[in-house]
């Protein structure tokens, strides 16, 4: 498959990284809530940084599928927002360096892309790969954000219970550079926040507060999370205001919390939120019914509720 290193060009005038953690957060797989979108976002505003690798994303993006933007101005164009996918260097509250990996999920070439990656990952002398992702589930809001964990070795994720026992889903690129790594005895992790079915179409800074939260336990790493958590908090006040207009939408949050509840005592049976069984209805019908509602409550000129 070619040099792994014609992927993708590295900065040379790079500073000391000891063993940095990379983050990696790629747009294009399933993102409930913007929870990974919102965390790249965040930790790009707050926090000093600059590009040290880009990839060569001629070869791996599908550039009629997912088209870029153009500016038309009057007679001419005027800008076109051209697609990366790039390795920042950033440093945390302790001036301690990490690396986020920002960009798009190729859509070609992946098994070419993650030699280049874990490559790039060997070369940079990285200690642990931490990837990020957000699950639509049949949770309420008012209840605490799950998270699910898994990485390429069981002592990364102590602590962490599992909400799922086996599932097939389509693969991503994240979740195939995390086992690839695994196969080569690396240290990799991923997180995946749940959020609520019927706000998974909106921002749910929520999501992108535990996520951050679970980051930071996993690598030592102080990250800020003072502007989400405040986010956090104005969503939910709009949410709890818009469902307590309904009785019909407040009965809904309410089988979904003794649904929730009642998987957070049985956990250990092997529950599953994401096809409860019992007399009330699935996590799926209630989620559903409860985004409709709020759908039909919200102006066209508001924000969505997030």
């Not at 695994?182 to 929520?206: E, K, M």
């Amino acid at each position: 498959m070619g040099d792994p290193r014609e992927l993708y060009e590295l900065a040379t005038d790079l500073p000391d990284l000891g063993q940095p953690v990379l983050l990696q957060a790629l747009t294009g797989f399933v993102d409930a809530g913007a929870a990974s979108r919102l965390v790249r976002e965040h930790l790009l505003d707050t926090l000093d940084g600059r590009e040290i690798a880009r990839f060569d994303l001629d070869q791996v993006y599908d550039y009629r599928s997912r088209r870029p933007v153009m500016d038309f101005v009057e007679d001419h164009w005027a800008s076109y927002e051209e697609p990366k996918l790039v390795v920042h260097l950033l440093r945390d509250a302790q001036e301690t360096p990490f690396l986020l990996l920002d960009g798009p999920e190729p859509d070609f070439a992946w098994e070419r892309f993650v030699r280049s990656a874990i490559d790039l990952i060997e070369r940079l002398g990285v200690r642990v790969t931490v990837g990020l992702n957000a699950i639509p589930m049949g949770v309420p809001h008012t209840r605490p954000v799950g998270v699910t964990a898994h990485a390429t070795r069981g002592e990364l994720i102590t602590g962490y219970e599992p909400w799922l026992q086996r599932v097939r889903v389509p693969a991503s690129v994240g979740h195939l550079l995390e086992y690839r790594l695994g196969q080569r005895g690396r240290d990799a992790i991923g997180f995946a926040a749940h959020v609520p079915h019927y706000l998974a179409q909106s921002d749910y800074p929520a999501a992108a507060e535990q996520l951050l939260a679970s980051l930071s336990k996993a690598t030592g790493l102080l990250l800020p999370t003072e502007a989400l958590r405040e986010l956090a908090e104005e969503v939910r006040a709009s949410v709890d205001t818009q469902v307590a207009e309904s009785d019909e939408a407040t009965g809904l949050v309410r089988a979904l919390e003794q649904q929730y509840d009642s998987f957070m005592i049985g956990r250990d049976n092997g529950g599953n939120l994401l096809a409860a069984a019992g007399p009330l209805p699935t996590a799926e019908e209630l989620g559903a019914e409860l985004e409709r509602f709020l759908a039909e409550h919200t102006n066209p000129g508001d924000q969505p509720p997030a």
